[in-house]
């Protein structure tokens, strides 16, 4: 079974407009960590935000927010006010428990117009 | 957040032949892994590299295939061994974080004829 699903392959949205990158996960350990990374065509992989288990609160970074839905196993991720660099792909990733091995989502590649 | 270096950044190889990726972490690191991203795909972890003892290989990964040297804490390299085109991808070094995340090099984009 798959433990990140992103089902979205493709999304576009317009410049300065916000988006949301869907990602649900399956885990039965209570402790594990979320990540969002994004890769532009260069092929780097950038870490975006961070969510941990236990927070509280909803993680923010600048532009970036992560909408954290415990119950659901969401953890969809938000860019405000789009750039027109922020089209590229987008990889929703977990970690369960301490120093297991992270689990990487399918990606969604994101286009924002002009 | 530690920065990777790694090289090279891509390269055309012929059918048959090995090479050698190599990566530079500018801080000690006690795990570096070792990622494969095929076209169109995700991540998939080929191998973790520690310092002073055997790569540990995923399902599906060999080390006579992909033999990995983990010499000190801040240096690792990744060999693709009689390569095919099945091996053309992006290859991706990785350390972790102090938060625990994933930090990535730029990435080896491998195409082989």
């Known amino acids: 079974a798959q433990k990140i699903t992103q089902t979205q392959p493709g999304m576009f949205v317009q410049e300065k407009e916000a988006v949301t990158l869907d990602c649900t996960y399956d885990?039965?350990?209570?402790?594990?960590?979320l990540f969002w990374y994004k890769q532009p065509s260069s092929g780097e992989m950038i870490f975006l935000i961070y969510?941990?288990?236990?927070?509280?609160q909803n993680a923010t970074e600048g532009r970036y927010s992560l909408n954290f839905q415990k119950a659901r196993k969401s953890a969809n991720l938000v860019i405000s006010a789009s750039q027109l660099g922020d089209s590229a792909m987008y990889f929703c990733a977990m970690r369960e428990g301490y120093g297991q091995n992270f689990v990487f989502g399918p990606g969604t590649r994101l286009s924002v117009l002009p | 957040s530690a920065v990777i270096s790694q090289k090279p950044s891509r390269d055309i190889c012929q059918r048959g032949t090995s090479l050698t990726i190599q990566c530079q972490v500018d801080?000690?690191?006690?795990?570096m892994f070792w990622y494969r991203q095929q076209p169109g795909q995700s991540l998939t972890l080929i191998a973790t590299?520690?310092?002073?003892?055997?790569?540990?290989?995923e399902s599906g990964f060999v080390i006579d295939k992909f033999p990995i040297s983990r010499p000190n804490l801040t240096f690792s390299t990744l060999t693709v061994s009689n390569m095919s085109p099945e091996d053309s991808s992006i290859y991706l070094c990785?350390?972790?974080?102090?938060?625990?995340?994933?930090?990535f090099g730029e990435g080896s984009r491998l195409t082989v004829l």
């Open positions: 990785s350390a972790e974080g102090n938060t625990g995340e994933l930090f």
């Open positions: 885990t039965s350990d209570p402790s594990y960590g």
């Open positions: 801080s000690q690191v006690t795990m």
């Open positions: 969510q941990g288990s236990y927070d509280q």
């Open positions: 590299a520690n310092q002073g003892s055997e790569a540990t290989y």
